[in-house]
């Protein structure tokens, strides 16, 4: 999975240059992440370490904490079964939610980085369910245990050990989230531009409130977890993805074009 990883990350290194970072799964976890570009933070010995058939990747544009290594994505955690969870977005409740996980839960946080709030608390929603035999059903049960938590954006992939890839985007889908296909293979990603690259054919968007599981026989399960008023990201549009990608059946290049339009409208009032 890491020679997907990897050339996906260089193509999304416009959305974050504070650090980089991948975990792939082959019988046990293997992590890679640090300060610095993808090209810094990755070299020949490293990739060759991360074998696997299954992984996510990620780079960091700090929205919270000091952007210290300790904060760069992805996170693994132990129990249940073992997670790795990267995601982008922005949780407005948390350092509400670092105070409950802490103090209530007693949780050990190794950053100040929202994406472990996110994993400890599918852990804990896992962990509320008979895990003898892990269901779709079971998987959707936790994260609608998770969204009921969770105030502000965040697009989510997460691998769970020897179980699936499971990808989530919030009841408003103001972070983007595209999922495609090449044969068997499954690609999740924040801009369209990365499955180009890849040779992935797009699929769908992953729509607001939706979370989507594929088992380790590459079987597809989806569920409409949590419904809420579409609000995308105006930086998105501005600021954040490639002229070239398109982001819930827009182009990012015409977004903008019309942009202008408007604001030439009102300048002219």
Do not use: W
């Amino acid at each position: 999975a890491i020679d997907k990883i990897y050339p996906g990350l260089l193509a999304l290194q416009h959305r974050g240059q504070d650090s980089a970072g991948a975990a792939t799964f082959e019988n046990n976890f293997h992590l890679k992440k640090g300060n610095g570009l993808v090209m810094n933070v990755f070299n020949q010995k490293n990739i060759e370490r991360l074998s696997g058939t299954v992984g996510i990747g990620h780079v960091r544009y700090p929205t919270v904490g000091t952007g210290s290594a300790e904060d760069a994505q992805p996170f693994i955690i132990t129990t249940p079964y073992g997670i790795a969870l990267a995601h982008n977005g922005n949780l407005v409740n948390y350092f509400d939610l670092r105070k409950y996980l802490i103090e209530k839960q007693f949780r050990y946080l190794n950053s100040h980085c929202d994406a472990e709030i996110i994993l400890n608390l599918l852990s804990m929603e896992l962990g509320k369910i008979d895990l003898k035999r892990l269901t779709p059903r079971k998987v959707f049960t936790a994260v609608s245990g998770v969204y009921g938590k969770l105030l502000g954006s965040y697009a989510v992939v997460a691998v769970i050990a020897n179980k699936g890839l499971l990808a989530f985007r919030d009841q408003h889908g103001i972070k983007p989230l595209i999922m495609g296909k090449n044969g068997k293979s499954y690609c999740f990603a924040s801009e369209s531009v990365a499955l180009d690259l890849l040779g992935y054919k797009t699929m769908q968007d992953v729509r607001p409130g939706e979370a989507i599981f594929i088992d380790t026989k590459n079987g597809y399960h989806l569920a409409k977890i949590k419904q809420g008023k579409e609000a995308a990201c105006i930086f998105e549009y501005v600021y954040f993805a490639r002229p070239d990608s398109i982001i819930d059946g827009r182009g990012v290049y015409e977004a903008r074009l019309r942009l202008g339009e408007e604001l030439g409208k009102e300048c002219l009032k």
